[in-house]
């Protein structure tokens, strides 16, 4: 699997429902069906496009989205939602965290306050991350197999968080409004300074 065939995976899965759990039941299906290789290429690209987005600029526009509350593990969970936006949505967003303010699925969760968010729509897609280990296990039966198969390519899974660039001061409100100014006006900063 190359990276046109992971995005091509995930473009699928979006056209076939767009509810979470669907798609990833979609996905598991059909990479339990290809070759054990791809399904371990599924999970290093998934890592590898993943970082990407790893960035302290896009935490903090994911911290802006989630109210300030957005820990290491929603940070997680929010880039492998990035990556199920779509190709040309991550690349959009990952050329500069203040395009979120475009996205559609951003805009709509600005409309309303987070407690009428549905759970389809929060911003967050934790089990993305362990779709091709649970793809390897129903083609192979070898629970966490596909990590022990990425370890003998020399790869190490990633499960948390590396982020690069100039860590930010999320919590001064001018400065934020400085670097994401559009996000800004969506979703105030609306917890109280410490």
């Known amino acids: 699997m190359n990276v046109d065939e992971f995005w091509l995976f995930i473009r699928r899965s979006q056209e076939v429902t767009s509810d979470p759990d669907e798609r990833l039941r979609w996905l598991a299906f059909h990479l339990a069906q290809c070759p054990l290789a791809w399904i371990v290429d599924f999970q290093v690209l998934l890592n590898q496009i993943r970082r990407r987005s790893d960035t302290y600029d896009m935490w903090e526009a994911a911290d802006l989205i989630l109210d300030g509350y957005c820990s290491t593990d929603s940070f997680w969970y929010f880039q492998a939602w990035l990556i199920g936006l779509g190709r040309d949505t991550f690349d959009l967003v990952v050329a500069d965290p203040d395009n979120l303010a475009d996205v559609p699925e951003v805009r709509r969760l600005a409309d309303r ?3 009428e968010w549905a759970d389809a729509e929060w911003p967050e897609w934790e089990a993305l991350s362990y779709v091709a280990a ?13 990590y022990d198969a990425m370890e003998e390519r020399g790869y190490v899974n990633q499960s948390d968080p590396n982020p690069t660039g100039l860590p930010r001061d999320s919590r001064n409100p001018a400065e934020v409004a400085r670097r994401l100014p559009r996000l800004s006006r969506m979703f105030p900063l609306n917890r109280p300074e410490p």
Request: net charge negative; charged share 30%.
């Open 113 to 115: 306050p987070m407690q």
């Open 134 to 146: 649970g793809a390897y296990e129903e083609a192979t039966g070898e629970e966490e197999g596909v």
